[in-house]
T-cell receptor
Protein backbone atom coordinates (compact mmCIF):
# COMPACT_ATOMS: atom_id res chain seq x y z
CA UNK A 1 0.00 0.00 0.00
CA UNK A 2 0.96 3.64 -0.37
CA UNK A 3 3.21 5.09 2.32
CA UNK A 4 4.91 8.43 2.70
CA UNK A 5 8.70 8.62 2.86
CA UNK A 6 10.16 9.57 6.21
CA UNK A 7 13.77 10.47 6.84
CA UNK A 8 15.83 9.43 8.62
CA UNK A 9 14.63 5.86 9.06
CA UNK A 10 16.24 5.71 12.51
CA UNK A 11 18.54 7.82 14.64
CA UNK A 12 20.52 7.64 17.84
CA UNK A 13 21.02 10.91 19.64
CA UNK A 14 22.45 12.10 22.93
CA UNK A 15 20.13 13.40 25.62
CA UNK A 16 19.81 17.17 25.31
CA UNK A 17 20.32 17.26 21.55
CA UNK A 18 17.80 18.63 19.09
CA UNK A 19 16.19 16.26 16.58
CA UNK A 20 14.87 16.91 13.09
CA UNK A 21 12.93 14.58 10.84
CA UNK A 22 10.88 15.01 7.72
CA UNK A 23 8.16 13.45 5.64
CA UNK A 24 7.68 13.75 1.90
CA UNK A 25 4.92 12.87 -0.52
CA UNK A 26 4.38 12.85 -4.26
CA UNK A 27 0.85 14.16 -3.63
CA UNK A 28 -0.46 17.39 -2.16
CA UNK A 29 -2.10 17.15 1.24
CA UNK A 30 -4.36 19.61 3.04
CA UNK A 31 -3.70 18.24 6.51
CA UNK A 32 -0.58 16.80 8.07
CA UNK A 33 -0.50 14.92 11.34
CA UNK A 34 2.41 13.74 13.49
CA UNK A 35 2.12 10.75 15.82
CA UNK A 36 4.39 8.96 18.28
CA UNK A 37 4.12 5.22 18.88
CA UNK A 38 5.72 3.33 21.75
CA UNK A 39 6.01 -0.47 22.03
CA UNK A 40 2.71 -2.19 22.73
CA UNK A 41 0.68 0.97 22.21
CA UNK A 42 -1.20 2.70 19.46
CA UNK A 43 0.02 5.94 17.85
CA UNK A 44 -0.58 9.06 19.92
CA UNK A 45 -1.42 12.30 18.14
CA UNK A 46 1.24 14.99 18.74
CA UNK A 47 0.51 17.82 16.31
CA UNK A 48 -2.00 18.63 13.55
CA UNK A 49 -1.25 21.07 10.72
CA UNK A 50 -3.89 22.55 8.40
CA UNK A 51 -2.29 25.28 6.30
CA UNK A 52 0.76 25.49 4.06
CA UNK A 53 3.60 27.21 5.90
CA UNK A 54 1.96 26.70 9.30
CA UNK A 55 4.30 26.24 12.25
CA UNK A 56 2.79 24.62 15.35
CA UNK A 57 4.36 23.72 18.69
CA UNK A 58 3.46 21.28 21.42
CA UNK A 59 5.93 21.67 24.27
CA UNK A 60 9.38 20.77 22.98
CA UNK A 61 7.93 19.60 19.66
CA UNK A 62 7.54 21.88 16.66
CA UNK A 63 6.09 20.84 13.32
CA UNK A 64 5.81 22.66 10.02
CA UNK A 65 3.50 22.23 7.03
CA UNK A 66 5.72 22.58 3.96
CA UNK A 67 4.84 25.38 1.54
CA UNK A 68 4.68 22.96 -1.38
CA UNK A 69 2.09 20.97 0.62
CA UNK A 70 4.07 17.85 -0.24
CA UNK A 71 6.19 17.72 2.89
CA UNK A 72 6.22 18.28 6.62
CA UNK A 73 8.88 18.53 9.29
CA UNK A 74 9.08 17.68 12.98
CA UNK A 75 11.66 19.05 15.40
CA UNK A 76 12.23 17.96 18.98
CA UNK A 77 14.30 20.26 21.13
CA UNK A 78 16.46 19.18 24.07
CA UNK A 79 15.61 15.50 23.74
CA UNK A 80 15.06 13.37 26.84
CA UNK A 81 15.00 9.56 27.26
CA UNK A 82 11.19 9.40 27.16
CA UNK A 83 11.27 10.77 23.59
CA UNK A 84 12.22 7.24 22.50
CA UNK A 85 9.70 5.76 20.08
CA UNK A 86 8.65 5.72 16.46
CA UNK A 87 7.39 8.94 14.94
CA UNK A 88 4.90 8.75 12.09
CA UNK A 89 3.63 11.43 9.79
CA UNK A 90 0.23 11.17 8.11
CA UNK A 91 -1.25 13.18 5.26
CA UNK A 92 -4.93 13.53 4.45
CA UNK A 93 -5.59 12.26 0.94
CA UNK A 94 -8.66 14.04 -0.45
CA UNK A 95 -8.33 12.83 -4.05
CA UNK A 96 -11.73 11.21 -4.37
CA UNK A 97 -11.82 9.80 -0.85
CA UNK A 98 -10.86 11.10 2.56
CA UNK A 99 -8.25 8.87 4.11
CA UNK A 100 -5.00 9.33 5.96
CA UNK A 101 -1.83 7.91 4.48
CA UNK A 102 0.97 7.17 6.92
CA UNK A 103 4.70 7.41 6.61
CA UNK A 104 7.23 4.65 7.08
CA UNK A 105 8.26 6.02 10.48
CA UNK A 106 11.40 7.43 12.10
CA UNK A 107 12.69 5.36 15.02
CA UNK A 108 14.29 7.57 17.67
CA UNK A 109 16.65 6.28 20.34
CA UNK A 110 18.02 8.64 22.96
CA UNK A 111 21.27 7.88 24.76
CA UNK A 112 21.33 9.18 28.31
CA UNK B 1 -13.15 10.47 29.42
CA UNK B 2 -12.35 7.10 27.83
CA UNK B 3 -10.28 7.07 24.73
CA UNK B 4 -10.51 4.52 21.94
CA UNK B 5 -10.77 0.99 23.31
CA UNK B 6 -10.14 -2.21 21.39
CA UNK B 7 -10.70 -5.86 22.22
CA UNK B 8 -9.22 -8.34 22.46
CA UNK B 9 -5.63 -7.17 22.98
CA UNK B 10 -4.13 -10.39 21.62
CA UNK B 11 -5.52 -13.19 19.50
CA UNK B 12 -4.09 -16.37 18.02
CA UNK B 13 -5.83 -18.06 15.10
CA UNK B 14 -4.98 -20.67 12.48
CA UNK B 15 -5.09 -20.37 8.72
CA UNK B 16 -8.58 -20.48 7.25
CA UNK B 17 -10.32 -19.34 10.39
CA UNK B 18 -12.36 -16.19 10.79
CA UNK B 19 -11.85 -13.40 13.34
CA UNK B 20 -13.82 -10.44 14.69
CA UNK B 21 -12.13 -7.46 16.32
CA UNK B 22 -13.99 -4.77 18.21
CA UNK B 23 -13.58 -1.05 18.74
CA UNK B 24 -15.30 1.60 20.84
CA UNK B 25 -14.56 5.15 19.68
CA UNK B 26 -13.61 8.07 21.83
CA UNK B 27 -16.60 9.80 23.39
CA UNK B 28 -18.18 12.22 20.92
CA UNK B 29 -16.54 10.70 17.85
CA UNK B 30 -18.74 9.35 15.07
CA UNK B 31 -16.19 8.08 12.54
CA UNK B 32 -14.13 4.91 12.89
CA UNK B 33 -11.21 3.84 10.72
CA UNK B 34 -9.33 0.54 10.76
CA UNK B 35 -5.65 0.06 9.97
CA UNK B 36 -3.30 -2.89 9.63
CA UNK B 37 0.23 -2.37 10.92
CA UNK B 38 2.83 -4.97 10.00
CA UNK B 39 6.01 -5.16 12.05
CA UNK B 40 8.32 -2.26 11.26
CA UNK B 41 5.79 -0.53 9.02
CA UNK B 42 3.41 2.37 9.28
CA UNK B 43 -0.34 1.79 9.57
CA UNK B 44 -2.09 0.82 6.32
CA UNK B 45 -5.66 2.04 5.86
CA UNK B 46 -8.25 -0.74 5.58
CA UNK B 47 -11.57 1.15 5.62
CA UNK B 48 -13.58 3.86 7.33
CA UNK B 49 -17.11 3.83 8.73
CA UNK B 50 -19.39 6.81 9.18
CA UNK B 51 -23.15 6.75 9.80
CA UNK B 52 -23.02 2.96 9.82
CA UNK B 53 -21.74 2.77 6.25
CA UNK B 54 -18.34 2.02 4.74
CA UNK B 55 -17.23 5.37 3.29
CA UNK B 56 -13.70 4.71 2.10
CA UNK B 57 -11.68 1.57 1.52
CA UNK B 58 -8.00 0.90 1.07
CA UNK B 59 -6.37 -1.84 -1.00
CA UNK B 60 -7.58 -4.79 1.00
CA UNK B 61 -9.47 -7.84 -0.31
CA UNK B 62 -13.11 -8.55 0.37
CA UNK B 63 -12.06 -10.99 3.09
CA UNK B 64 -11.83 -7.85 5.20
CA UNK B 65 -15.24 -6.50 6.12
CA UNK B 66 -16.66 -4.34 8.83
CA UNK B 67 -19.65 -2.92 10.54
CA UNK B 68 -20.56 0.16 12.53
CA UNK B 69 -23.33 0.14 15.10
CA UNK B 70 -25.75 2.94 16.05
CA UNK B 71 -23.60 3.75 19.12
CA UNK B 72 -20.65 4.31 16.71
CA UNK B 73 -18.72 1.25 17.87
CA UNK B 74 -17.31 -0.91 15.12
CA UNK B 75 -16.18 -4.40 14.23
CA UNK B 76 -13.56 -5.64 11.80
CA UNK B 77 -14.08 -9.13 10.39
CA UNK B 78 -11.46 -11.10 8.51
CA UNK B 79 -12.39 -14.38 6.79
CA UNK B 80 -10.20 -17.19 5.50
CA UNK B 81 -7.18 -16.01 7.49
CA UNK B 82 -3.77 -16.18 5.86
CA UNK B 83 -0.35 -16.19 7.50
CA UNK B 84 0.19 -12.72 6.03
CA UNK B 85 -2.72 -11.37 8.04
CA UNK B 86 -0.58 -11.50 11.16
CA UNK B 87 -0.26 -7.87 12.27
CA UNK B 88 -1.36 -5.24 14.76
CA UNK B 89 -4.87 -4.05 13.90
CA UNK B 90 -5.52 -0.49 14.95
CA UNK B 91 -8.79 1.32 15.30
CA UNK B 92 -8.92 5.12 15.12
CA UNK B 93 -11.84 7.44 15.75
CA UNK B 94 -12.45 11.06 14.78
CA UNK B 95 -15.12 13.76 14.97
CA UNK B 96 -15.67 13.46 11.23
CA UNK B 97 -14.10 11.81 8.21
CA UNK B 98 -11.42 14.47 7.66
CA UNK B 99 -10.56 15.28 11.29
CA UNK B 100 -7.45 14.09 13.18
CA UNK B 101 -7.73 10.50 14.28
CA UNK B 102 -7.13 9.11 17.75
CA UNK B 103 -5.94 5.53 18.02
CA UNK B 104 -6.57 2.65 20.35
CA UNK B 105 -3.75 0.35 21.45
CA UNK B 106 -4.66 -2.26 18.86
CA UNK B 107 -5.27 -5.99 18.66
CA UNK B 108 -2.22 -8.14 18.01
CA UNK B 109 -3.36 -10.94 15.67
CA UNK B 110 -1.11 -13.93 15.14
CA UNK B 111 -1.89 -16.58 12.52
CA UNK B 112 -0.35 -20.03 12.93
Amino acid sequence: GQQLNQSPQSMFIQEGEDVSMNCTSSSIFNTWLWYKQEPGEGPVLLIALYKAGELTSNGRLTAQFGITRKDSFLNISASIPSDVGIYFCAGLDTSGTYKYIFGTGTRLKVLA
Amino acid sequence: DAGVTQSPTHLIKTRGQQVTLRCSPKSGHDTVSWYQQALGQGPQFIFQYYEEEERQRGNFPDRFSGHQFPNYSSELNVNALLLGDSALYLCASSLHTDQPQHFGDGTRLSIL
